[in-house]
């Protein structure tokens, strides 16, 4: 399967504590998202990456996120100090912006989703 | 916030129904997208329509465009248990998506 990937696919952990996801984009793909989703809801744009370098993040975001995407391949979506309302199931989607035209299709993986207790 | 907004929230039909779903958004945007998503698959991308495109079909999908009314509708004719899902507009506003609430799909059989 070359779909995009993601890891942990669940998480339990306790307030206060640091967490890291993990996701693997489609190889060729040289965009990365990171979304937030709680239920009931669509996504919530939290960060996206081109290549290596992070070039928005949603001015949602609370200092405690911070993701990396050192080579420009997988990134990581690190939490500090997790707070209940963390609590959610968090996205990555990569994709390749056409040249010539603004469109591009996302493509999501499965999700890790965060449960703080 | 979220800029697409799914109408209805939530639709139960019957198996071989037409179901119709409607989006608003408040920008210009580049293009519109449907997603689907279940509890098993996570997000998939349905069809994407270009801000001078007016109607585009996929299948049993068909999905409309008025860029005067800031409005895209989706239709899913001749509905399957499968459909059952959630089902998102996302507006390509320059560098990223911005998601609605999702309309809840129910298809009886």
């Known amino acids: 399967d070359t779909g995009v990937s993601q890891n942990p696919r669940h998480k339990i952990t306790k307030r206060g504590q640091n967490v890291t996801f993990r996701c693997d984009p489609i190889?060729?793909?040289?965009?990365l998202y990171w979304y937030r989703q709680t239920l009931g809801q669509g996504p919530e744009f939290l960060t996206y990456?081109?290549?290596?370098?992070?070039?928005?993040k949603s001015r949602l975001l609370s200092d405690r996120f911070s993701a990396e995407r050192p080579k420009g391949s997988f990134s990581t979506l690190e939490i500090q100090r997790t707070e209940q309302g963390d609590s959610a199931m968090y996205l990555c989607?990569?994709?390749?912006?056409?040249?010539?035209?603004?469109?591009?299709?996302?493509?999501f993986g499965p999700g890790t989703r965060l449960l703080v207790l | 916030s979220q800029q697409g907004e799914e109408d209805p929230q939530a639709l139960s039909i019957q198996e071989g129904e037409n179901a119709t779903m409607n989006c608003s958004y408040k920008t210009s945007i580049n293009n519109l997208q449907w997603y689907r998503q279940n509890s098993g698959r996570g997000l998939v991308h349905l069809i994407l329509?270009?801000?001078n495109e007016r109607e585009k079909h996929s299948g049993r999908l068909r999905v409309t465009l008025d860029t005067s009314k800031k409005s895209s509708s989706l239709l899913i004719t001749a509905s399957r248990a499968a459909d059952t899902a959630s089902y998102f507009c996302?507006?390509?506003?320059?560098?990223?998506?911005?998601w609605g609430a999702g309309t809840k799909l129910i298809i009886k059989p």
């Open positions: 989607a990569s994709s390749t912006r056409e040249a010539g035209w603004l469109q591009e299709t996302q493509y």
């Open positions: 990456f081109q290549n290596e370098a992070q070039l928005e």
């Open positions: 996302a507006v390509d506003s320059n560098y990223q998506l911005i």
């Open positions: 190889s060729e793909h040289n965009r």
């Open positions: 329509i270009r801000s």
